[in-house]
């Protein structure tokens, strides 16, 4: 037996006085600064629906992802304020696992809204334009979606009421009163529809204006379109989603804190030098006590002390550390000037071996160069150069009777590197010999070519096959190769007495005029 209508009143009005008592005394407050709020939801939505028509009829249901939705309000007032809101509904039409049509669907709403407050709890109640897209179908039998549209006068409503740990429960609905109403081909139509709601909100992320709020988000639409032919078409659309909203809000105006009470200081104002050149040291670091400064663009630091002596030690890259005093008084200001002294530059050494590369035996004064300095090897075929500048050096080891060598060591700044140079024995040879093919770029043809070697008075020409081999003894040449109707070329070749150096010629042909 169902208990009478007035028993069922007087407990909805109790359980509201309850909730109004269990929640936090600073949520009104808390609600009547937020100025303006921003809803994101995202989350998938359970449609139904059937459409009448002369056909055998259509009926629909489905689940469908991405729906999303955005919703702003700002407030002007206390009381008064606007909303604005924008949905977007993934639209399906599914038969078994084959997708028969689809799209998206809009619906969008704006205009003014009002609130008010009983307690911590808080109503809201706008009226304002509505715009939606309601889905049709030209034929059962052969279903295609189309996009009927709405333009109505809305009426909305919105309870919120905040419950413990800070959470709070949203209850919302909507009733559009249609104004005009078209099917896709822009026939007049008729529609009605209601829409409702509810969300429970999780504070994330509180702050002096703003705060950021999870919410678990419900949602049931129910549209109903008739045709001017009489076909109708219902929906009916659930959606489960979850949005994330920010709102801001007034910030508590705090009393300002008394002014604190004066105590005795006085002004260091510290001058950071190169002690040679009397430049500024920007950047330099200057420790106070437990408390660093760092120097401006003119190697400046000032700072506020309590009276009495002060002792500032000064650091700064490249130079030796220095600690200046002085002695501060109240009101008064010191000037001090700290001239700090230039580091040497950080060096290293490098100890050279040389050996014979025929029996590894060391060789003693063999000449080495290492950059600028030169040296010679000890009875252990040893030389040491010290106070070289990090980085790459070049090193050159000559000795009688043998071949030059020319190696490359990197210096580290504070050690000695380490450099084994073994030295061959220098043979004598017989000139050296150049050999090669001119041919011409023009489908690769040899070509009956002259050489000139002015510096070893050689004129010669190459064979029927465009190849010539040219004996000269070692050295540097500067070879022109030159043929009929062909442009000349000149290169430079280097070779030592007994080596062969082999090099083709390409000519390009000359361009007729």
């Known amino acids: 037996m169902q208990p009478p209508i007035p028993l069922l009143s007087s407990l909805a009005r109790l359980a509201l006085v309850l909730l109004v008592l269990v929640s936090p005394a600073s949520a009104r407050a808390e609600q009547e600064a937020e100025r303006a709020s921003l809803r994101l939801r995202y989350g998938v939505s359970l449609r139904d629906g059937q459409q009448a028509d002369v056909g055998p009829g259509l009926t629909y249901e489905g689940l469908t992802p991405n729906d999303l939705a955005a919703v702003g309000v700002g407030w002007v007032g206390p009381w008064l304020g606007a909303w604005a809101e924008v949905q977007r509904e993934a639209f399906d039409l599914k038969e078994g696992s084959l997708r028969i049509t689809g799209g998206s669907l809009l619906r969008a709403s704006v205009g003014p809204r009002a609130r008010t407050f009983l ?163 920007p950047g330099a670091r200057v420790a106070l006590g437990d408390v660093e400064r760092v120097a401006d663009a003119q190697g400046r630091v000032e700072a506020e002390l309590p009276p009495g002596e002060v002792a500032a030690r000064v650091s700064a890259e490249g130079y030796a550390p220095s600690e200046a005093r002085a002695t501060v008084e109240d009101g008064g200001r010191a000037a001090v000037e700290v001239r700090a002294r230039r580091l040497p530059p950080p060096t290293g050494a490098l100890r050279v071996t040389v050996v014979s590369a025929q029996n590894g035996v060391p060789l003693p004064e063999v000449r080495v160069a290492v950059g600028a300095a030169e040296v010679r090897t000890d009875m252990m075929g040893q030389a040491q150069v010290k106070d070289l500048p990090p980085g790459p050096v070049a090193v050159v080891v000559k000795s009688p009777g043998f071949r030059p060598a020319e190696e490359a060591a990197v210096i580290v700044a504070g050690q000695e590197s380490a450099l084994s140079v073994p030295l061959a024995l220098e043979r004598k040879s017989g000139p050296a010999t150049l050999t090669g093919q001119v041919r011409s770029t023009r489908g690769g043809q040899p070509l009956a070519a002259t050489l000139l070697i002015p510096q070893a008075k050689v004129r010669t020409r190459t064979d029927a096959k465009g190849a010539f081999t040219v004996r000269v003894k070692g050295g540097t040449y500067r070879i022109t190769i030159s043929a009929r109707g062909h442009l000349s070329q000149t290169k430079v070749v280097k070779v030592r007495d007994g080596e062969q150096a082999i090099f083709n010629v390409d000519l390009f042909p000359r361009q007729k005029r």
């Open 119 to 281: 307690g911590p709890v808080r109503a809201e109640v706008g009226a304002g334009y509505g715009f939606a897209q309601l889905p049709l179908f030209g034929s059962s039998e052969a279903p295609v979606l189309a996009r009927g549209v709405r333009h109505a006068a809305l009426v909305n409503g919105r309870v919120l009421v905040p419950l413990f740990l800070g959470l709070k429960l949203e209850a919302r609905g909507e009733l559009p009163v249609a104004l005009a109403v078209r099917d896709a081909t822009g026939t007049k139509a008729e529609a009605t529809g209601f829409s409702a709601g509810g969300a429970l909100l999780v504070p994330l992320k509180s702050a002096a204006r703003w705060g950021g709020t999870l919410v678990l988000d419900f949602q049931h639409v129910q549209d109903t379109v008739t045709l001017a032919d009489g076909t109708r078409s219902e929906q009916r659309l659930r959606r489960v989603g979850a949005a994330l909203e920010l709102s801001w809000r007034d910030a508590p105006h705090a009393p300002p804190p008394p002014p604190p009470a004066r105590v005795p200081a006085g002004t260091l104002s510290l001058q950071m030098v190169d002690a040679e050149t009397g430049a500024p040291l």
